[in-house]
């Protein structure tokens, strides 16, 4: 038997990773500037308890600040407001055991510098990694540009806020930010572990996201001719894709969710005229690109967009994790990114609050009229990651702050910004959910943003958000973050309909077989479809949902299935059915509402038109099937995937459909 | 291991505010202090996060250093003191609830954990007490001694070597019923 100390040792050895090369240069560069700074200041410097008393001292570090950003325009704080940024970090500094004590502020002083220069770097790194990122999607000098763009977004005077975002700027910033985030992995990947290990991560088999449902199998109608699901808004799935093919590794079969996928574009789908319903549904019958015996069943749910001046206020109550985990270029540097984009979607009359929670709670800025720009981006400059996490009272802090804020007819939400990383003290999962719900009845509603990689608690969080009546979405990206917070803002923050079920009744004598492409961890039992105690999927304002069915018309040589020889082979269709290859039922609930409303269409044979959006969303149906190692694609390849979303990428205004036929390519490449 | 002397020399400059001394002493001690972190931590994230923190309060700690001990001990020492306080601030936040706590250590032990006998190493660490945990952190690698490892947990090098032969009594009985389960 091996002595058991020299085992331990070994399995030390084993796990033992190398530092991160980024985290170490960064440490020691601020060691040393902290250690500079103590040579010069030690006679000004004093212990704190709560607050640098110090503020000439600090007056002069900010100067200094200042001074060396003259060629950095990212940059435009003011001394007042990188004085607010001291408190907001104190937790940080509380952190880090000072026996000495008399050398804290000259260490405050230098965080306050490694805030800027991490503003600044962030131009910088977008710039410096585009040398070693061979696989960027975008080349070096675009990046270049990319640069005074950023800034101009960052200082708030050269940008100017469209109702949507100006696609001349957008592209770029979005660019920007997936340098720094593909590349950033693959670098750090050469040298230590972090990026393989995040790019195993979809593969975790303990979360629900990723929990196996088999695909869906091709259904005989005369034997099941009923299909029910409950619609899907989220595009987790996509994100997750996305980010394995930019870091070089095709995603696990189980990540790949192909609803979230379809549904993470916008289509264009005829929305409902006035009075008809929150939504509207377009079925249309195409050919399918990998089987010309069968058809496309896309049933495409477009939601109303009520004109954005007609919302009420808003009051967004921002709790953003700044914990040390949060430092990463992805994490809080993007969210501060994101903030900005969506603050210029806001009106005036909305009200924005920052709470932080990072070693403790802190109020970063109180209730403040959207209107009010620049004291917000200020306030969202001066956040620091650093430290432990405590979210329990960053929660309570933020629901307080958002009831403080909230009027009659007003909508308030706590939007939860973090890497996942969060640890909310005293309560149990349960409990918490139930708090959570509890304030959702009193009008405040959760919404969870995920940032960074692989958030593999992220089944919680859909939970809390769920229960918040809330969505939950990852950003990765700049471009990311422009989708959910901005072009999205209103659909996410305003539920036109909820539990929205889909029931699909097929024809035996038009359709012999049919299967739904994804939607396997959305089916429901048949008999849910009425019960409206069963849950389902909300559509928000402006949203559309998008399914798809392959169905196999009766005859055709694609039946998989042969008839049975002692079945009961005879079906007599009523006459009224002529025609008909089935019938759609939806059902839905108005916001606030627990009877469910009822809509049915009759599906005929040649339905509807074909538009770049369907011919889109069946390329990235084949696509995700594709990565799946479907069984139904034949040889149906990565080149016909590309082909067929490349002559339907439309109007495309937001660059979605084109990175989407990049990440084919990336696929295609990978699988060989 | 590292010339002592130079070690000294250089932190003793340090701590007069020599800035290239303070430099070299950090470029030389950060992978040896990463890997105690981790040890001490067993996670990844921890690891980095602690790390990060000694780094920060190092400028000001040093000025303490007496040369008396061997400088790496003294920052190993620096580097336990540093995780009891993390330990202690977790603690305060997980200790009411173990639901989240262990939920928590689930989903850092899976993100972490890609390396095989890496669970091994989880639940034997995570079965054994604060004081052994520590004691095999610094003693489980390449960096000092076992007489440099007790003075930096602050004991006496007969009580290493209690606390190392306890480890090795609880690790056996752990293999035993493993292998009678």
């Not at chain 1, 082909?643 to 990175?659: C, K, M, T, V």
């Amino acid at each position: 038997m091996s002595d058991p100390l020299d085992d331990l040792k070994r399995a030390f050895e084993r796990a033992t990773p190398e530092p991160d090369a980024d985290r170490k240069t960064r440490n020691q560069d601020d060691a040393q500037k902290i250690f500079d700074r103590a040579q010069g200041s030690t006679d000004g410097a004093r212990p704190t308890s709560d607050r640098p008393k110090g503020w000439a001292g600090i007056a002069t570090g900010v100067r200094h600040m200042l001074n060396t950003l003259t060629s950095r325009p990212a940059l435009t704080a003011t001394t007042a407001l990188v004085a607010v940024g001291v408190v907001a970090l104190l937790p940080v500094l509380r952190d880090v055991p000072s026996p000495l004590g008399g050398l804290e502020q000259p260490e405050l002083e230098t965080r306050e510098r490694a805030v800027a220069d991490e503003a600044a770097a962030d131009l910088d790194d977008a710039v410096s990694e585009a040398d070693i990122a061979e696989e960027a999607p975008v080349e070096m000098e675009e990046t270049i540009i990319v640069a005074p763009s950023m800034a101009e977004i960052s200082d708030g005077t050269l940008y100017a806020p469209p109702p949507s975002p100006s696609p001349s700027v957008s592209p770029l910033a979005g660019a920007a930010s997936e340098m720094r985030s593909a590349p950033a992995g693959k670098v750090i990947g050469g040298i230590v572990a972090p990026a393989p290990a995040d790019a195993v991560r979809p593969e975790e088999p303990n979360t629900e996201t990723f929990a196996k449902d088999d695909d869906n199998p091709v259904k005989v109608v005369t034997e099941e001719p009923v299909s029910t699901f409950s619609i899907d808004v989220d595009t987790a799935s996509y994100a997750i894709v996305r980010n394995s093919l930019m870091s070089g590794i095709l995603p696990p079969a189980d990540a790949v969710r192909i609803e979230e996928m379809v549904n993470y574009f916008p289509y264009d789908y005829p929305a409902p005229a006035a009075g008809e319903g929150p939504f509207r549904p377009t079925v249309t019958l195409a050919e399918t690109p990998w089987n010309p015996d069968t058809q496309l069943m896309t049933i495409g749910l477009q939601g109303e967009m009520p004109a954005v001046e007609d919302r009420p206020p808003l009051n967004l109550v921002f709790l953003i994790d700044t914990s040390g985990s949060m430092q990463d270029a992805n994490k809080l540097p993007l969210l501060k990114q994101s903030f900005r984009l969506m603050l210029s979607e806001l009106r005036p009359e909305d009200q924005v609050a920052i709470v932080t929670y990072a070693g403790s709670a802190g109020l970063a800025l109180e209730a403040t009229p959207a209107g009010e720009r620049d004291k917000i981006l200020a306030s969202l400059e001066t956040l620091e990651a650093g430290g432990s996490t405590a979210g329990q009272q960053g929660l309570l802090q933020a629901y307080s702050v958002a009831e403080s804020m909230a009027d009659d007819g007003e909508v308030t939400r706590v939007i939860l910004a973090t890497d996942g990383d969060f640890n909310v003290g005293i309560y149990e999962p349960e409990a918490l959910k139930d708090f959570i719900a509890d304030k959702r009845d009193s009008g405040t509603y959760l919404s969870v943003l995920g940032f960074g990689r692989g958030n593999l608690d992220d089944a919680t969080m859909q939970a809390l958000a769920q229960n918040g009546n809330g969505t939950a979405a990852y950003i990765d990206t700049l471009s990311e973050a422009r989708k959910v917070l901005v072009d999205q803002l209103t659909g996410a923050l305003f539920p036109i309909a909820n539990d929205v079920k889909i029931q699909v009744e097929f024809n035996p004598a038009k359709v012999a077989e049919y299967r739904l492409i994804g939607y396997e961890t959305r089916a429901l039992r048949r008999e849910d479809f009425n019960n409206d105690k069963v849950d389902a999927g909300e559509i928000g304002a402006g949203h559309s949902v998008t399914a798809i069915y392959e169905i196999t018309p009766v005859g055709s040589p694609a039946v998989l299935n042969d008839p049975l020889r002692y079945g009961a082979s005879s079906v007599a269709p009523a006459a009224s059915d002529d025609g008909e290859l089935a019938f759609l039922r939806m059902r839905y609930k108005a916001p606030g509402e627990d009877a469910s409303q009822l809509i049915e269409v009759p599906i005929t044979e040649g339905m509807g038109t074909v538009t770049p959006d369907t011919r889109f969303a069946a390329a990235i149906a084949g696509f995700g099937q594709l990565l799946k190692d479907s069984a139904y694609t034949g040889d149906w390849s990565y080149e016909y995937a590309i082909d067929l979303a490349n002559s339907a990428i439309g109007e495309d205004p937001f660059g979605y459909r084109r990175q989407a036929v990049e990440l084919m390519r990336l696929a295609k490449s990978l699988s060989q | 291991m590292r010339m002592e002397t130079g070690d000294t020399g250089l932190a003793l400059a340090a701590a007069g505010g020599d800035r290239e001394a303070f430099a070299a002493l950090l470029a030389r001690h950060y992978d040896g202090l990463f890997r105690v972190c981790f040890r001490l931590t067993g996670t990844r994230d921890g690891a980095e996060d602690l790390t990060q923190d000694i780094c920060l309060a190092l400028p000001a700690k040093l000025s303490g250093f007496r040369g008396d001990a061997k400088f790496s001990t003294w920052l190993y020492r620096v580097a336990v003191n540093a995780a009891h306080d993390a330990r202690r601030r977790a603690a305060s936040r997980t200790k009411a609830s173990d639901g989240w706590g262990d939920w928590e250590r689930n989903r850092r032990a899976a993100a972490d954990d890609t390396a095989e006998g890496l669970d091994w190493l989880q639940t034997a660490m995570a079965a054994l007490p604060e004081d052994l945990r520590d004691t095999a952190a610094l003693t489980m690698g390449d960096e000092m001694t076992h007489a440099e490892a007790a003075e930096a947990l602050g004991i006496s090098e007969g009580t290493a070597s209690w606390r190392l032969s306890e480890i090795r009594k609880r690790l056996k009985a752990m293999r035993d019923e493993e292998l009678s389960a």
